[in-house]
């Protein structure tokens, strides 16, 4: 027999109800007991603790660990997945650790567990694991703005545009919450002052408040700095604002050389894949600093190779050694899940892999990074 289910344990006899194992997950991240204790997942366990004697393949594992980059419980949670055998039964453990940013949320609805049993939380529970976070643990784009005011939030848009993609829509139509209540339970209100997530994102003019967060773009003709500038654009506004505006300006900058390979059919060779391009973009815009610098991204298109140029060195957990592989840290978490709710952000820590298989399949040689203290740098070069 494994363990009795509690408030910190529940098994599963398989994972075919994804959609259970991920309200678990969910549940066991907002931690509404308060145990400040991890909580556990038994997958290959029936409801009486005996083994169900399931086959715990590597793909079963790999498929539980893909959860938390997928982008469906946010902000991300943090977990892991291992082979046990315990008692004689071959299971996985499924192990999530409590959030210090709660709500958690799962496809826009708040799960918590009351015993052993997972339930949607009320509003009283939101307003309990709201009030839980420390402000002075936060990362700085979930810290409260000095001098920013609640009305100088786009408050229709976020009404009209953000929160139907951010809250499942029955959650959405049955909340008789007000909106501000609604920001403070989606991070982006602290008390009566919008975070700085808030303000990059939905504030009428964010680089009143954040003076750098805007994208600058060179076209040059040659190979160096120094060389004459073809183009050049400020690509200001709110966060979604300066990412489709910045889609556009790569676009255009694309050149196709078309080669006809018999009639009717020709094959188009771009100098550039649009998608790593855009890929790299996003990954300098969601994880460059915003504390203390008013430095831009900067996306710098020579004859021969684009340089993005993220402010900003590596953060938290990510090295070197690491960087791009499946390990990953995020400076700017809620920006981070803004993104995804923009729809600028699929999933979670595969866009430098997807960048790098676009280039390959183009012919591009891989990109290459430069790390600095106070930068990263990605180098993309044309196709041969």
């Given at each position: 027999?494994?363990?009795?289910?509690?408030?910190?344990?529940?098994?599963?006899?398989?994972?075919?109800?994804?959609?259970?194992?991920?309200?678990?997950?969910?549940?066991?991240?907002?931690?509404?007991?308060?145990?400040?204790?991890?909580?556990?997942?038994?997958?290959?366990?029936?409801?009486?603790?005996?083994?169900?004697?399931?086959?715990?393949?590597?793909?079963?594992?790999?498929?539980?660990?893909?959860?938390?980059?997928?982008?469906?419980?946010?902000?991300?949670?943090?977990?892991?997945?291992?082979?046990?055998?315990?008692?004689?039964?071959?299971?996985?453990?499924?192990?999530?650790?409590?959030?210090?940013?709660?709500?958690?949320?799962?496809?826009?609805?708040?799960?918590?567990?009351?015993?052993?049993?997972?339930?949607?939380?009320?509003?009283?529970?939101?307003?309990?694991?709201?009030?839980?976070?420390?402000?002075?643990?936060?990362?700085?784009?979930?810290?409260?703005?000095?001098?920013?005011?609640?009305?100088?939030?786009?408050?229709?848009?976020?009404?009209?545009?953000?929160?139907?993609?951010?809250?499942?829509?029955?959650?959405?139509?049955?909340?008789?919450?007000?909106?501000?209540?609604?920001?403070?339970?989606?991070?982006?209100?602290?008390?009566?002052?919008?975070?700085?997530?808030?303000?990059?994102?939905?504030?009428?003019?964010?680089?009143?408040?954040?003076?750098?967060?805007?994208?600058?773009?060179?076209?040059?003709?040659?190979?160096?700095?120094?060389?004459?500038?073809?183009?050049?654009?400020?690509?200001?506004?709110?966060?979604?604002?300066?990412?489709?505006?910045?889609?556009?300006?790569?676009?255009?900058?694309?050149?196709?050389?078309?080669?006809?390979?018999?009639?009717?059919?020709?094959?188009?060779?771009?100098?550039?894949?649009?998608?790593?391009?855009?890929q790299l973009a996003y990954n300098a815009v969601m994880h460059r600093t915003y504390e203390g610098?008013?430095?831009?991204?900067?996306?710098?298109?020579?004859?021969?190779?684009?340089?993005?140029?993220?402010?900003?060195?590596?953060?938290?957990?990510?090295?070197?050694?690491?960087?791009?592989?499946?390990?990953?840290?995020?400076?700017?978490?809620?920006?981070?899940?803004?993104?995804?709710?923009?729809?600028?952000?699929?999933?979670?820590?595969?866009?430098?892999?997807?960048?790098?298989?676009?280039?390959?399949?183009?012919?591009?040689?891989?990109?290459?990074?430069?790390?600095?203290?106070?930068?990263?740098?990605?180098?993309?070069?044309?196709?041969?």
């Amino acid at each position: 027999m494994i363990n009795l289910e509690s408030d910190q344990v529940e098994r599963k006899e398989s994972a075919a109800d994804d959609q259970k194992v991920r309200r678990n997950i969910c549940a066991f991240a907002n931690d509404l007991p308060g145990n400040q204790q991890p909580g556990v997942l038994f997958v290959g366990v029936r409801n009486d603790g005996s083994c169900a004697s399931l086959s715990i393949t590597d793909d079963l594992l790999t498929r539980l660990s893909n959860i938390r980059g997928e982008g469906s419980i946010l902000p991300l949670p943090s977990m892991t997945v291992q082979r046990r055998v315990l008692k004689g039964c071959d299971v996985a453990v499924i192990t999530v650790s409590p959030s210090l940013d709660t709500p958690v949320r799962y496809r826009g609805e708040v799960w918590i567990r009351a015993g052993p049993s997972v339930h949607l939380a009320s509003s009283e529970d939101e307003r309990l694991l709201a009030e839980r976070r420390r402000a002075t643990d936060l990362p700085f784009d979930r810290r409260a703005t000095r001098s920013l005011h609640y009305s100088d939030l786009d408050k229709d848009s976020i009404e009209r545009e953000y929160l139907p993609r951010a809250i499942a829509p029955e959650v959405l139509e049955a909340n008789a919450r007000s909106l501000s209540h609604q920001l403070r339970s989606l991070r982006l209100l602290q008390g009566d002052r919008p975070t700085w997530g808030a303000a990059l994102a939905f504030a009428h003019d964010p680089q009143a408040w954040l003076p750098g967060s805007y994208v600058q773009f060179l076209r040059i003709a040659g190979r160096e700095i120094t060389d004459p500038i073809l183009d050049q654009k400020t690509i200001s506004g709110r966060l979604e604002d300066v990412l489709r505006r910045m889609d556009e300006v790569l676009e255009i900058n694309i050149r196709v050389r078309t080669q006809v390979a018999g009639v009717p059919r020709e094959i188009r060779h771009p100098d550039y894949p649009v998608a790593a391009l855009k890929q790299l973009a996003y990954n300098a815009v969601m994880h460059r600093t915003y504390e203390g610098t008013n430095a831009p991204v900067r996306i710098y298109w020579y004859a021969d190779r684009v340089d993005i140029v993220s402010p900003g060195g590596l953060y938290g957990r990510m090295t070197r050694q690491n960087f791009g592989g499946e390990d990953t840290d995020y400076r700017n978490p809620l920006v981070a899940e803004i993104m995804h709710h923009l729809g600028f952000a699929q999933r979670f820590g595969l866009g430098l892999r997807l960048a790098q298989e676009a280039l390959a399949r183009n012919g591009n040689p891989a990109a290459e990074f430069e790390f600095q203290a106070s930068l990263v740098a990605a180098t993309v070069r044309q196709a041969a």
